[in-house]
């Protein structure tokens, strides 16, 4: 496929070292259209933060690994940020990223009712990445994202909102263009290609 040339201005001049994507209703059919199209050896790590029922986040790991080329594995406490790794935050706990490149979780109370909430990860990534972070928020049912989508834009961090009106659900896609217009607004088609590209640059 032929690189979109909106998105090779977007990413002009950029370089990436981590993808942090945050979702909620209807975000694992989302993923399974973006995900397996990374190739084998693709080289940054992609955080997903996924609200999900406490003891729910293993069966996640193990069916997208059936799916994904890139290993797969939920984020553990002091671990560090593997490249070309696909991490999902555990249930029942917020995951943020560390100055040194390594996760910590967190039992502090919900946010927007969710724990693990969206926002906390994308402001703790954008802490530690700056520039060098994409951030894609992707269909959902709440508010959660936009204030971590607008951390990573204040940043300088690339940010990345699914078209609300292919979203399975746009409210979250629609707050986070509210809360700060996002660099891009795409289908999922568009997003596979994107991360596809991230990884180039």
């Known amino acids: 496929m032929r690189p979109d040339p909106s998105l090779d201005m977007a990413l002009q001049g950029r370089q990436f070292e981590a993808v942090v994507i945050g979702a909620s209703a209807g975000g694992v059919n989302a993923l399974m259209q973006v995900l397996p199209a990374l190739p084998r050896g693709y080289r940054l790590p992609i955080v ?6 406490s003891g729910r986040q293993n069966q996640l790991v193990d069916v997208f690994q059936q799916r994904v080329q890139l290993p797969v594995r939920e984020a553990g406490d002091k671990e560090d940020v593997i490249p070309g790794t696909l991490y999902f935050a555990p249930a029942g706990y917020h995951l943020l990223l560390e100055n040194e490149r390594s996760f910590s979780l967190s039992c502090d109370a919900p946010l927007h009712f969710a724990r693990p909430a969206i926002d906390i990860t994308m402001e703790s990534a954008a802490d530690v990445y700056g520039a060098s972070l994409a951030g894609i928020l992707l269909t959902g049912a709440n508010d959660d994202g936009a204030q971590g989508m607008a ?20 409210v979250m896609p629609l ?11 795409l289908p999922l088609e568009q997003i596979k290609q994107l991360l596809l590209m991230l990884e180039m640059r």
Do not use: F, M, S, Y
């Open 48 to 53: 997903v933060v996924l609200h999900v029922r």
């Open 151 to 170: 951390a990573i834009g204040r940043a300088g961090g690339l940010t990345v909102v699914q078209d609300p009106e292919e979203a399975n659900v746009g």
């Open 175 to 185: 707050e986070a263009i509210r809360v700060r217009p996002p660099d891009l607004v």
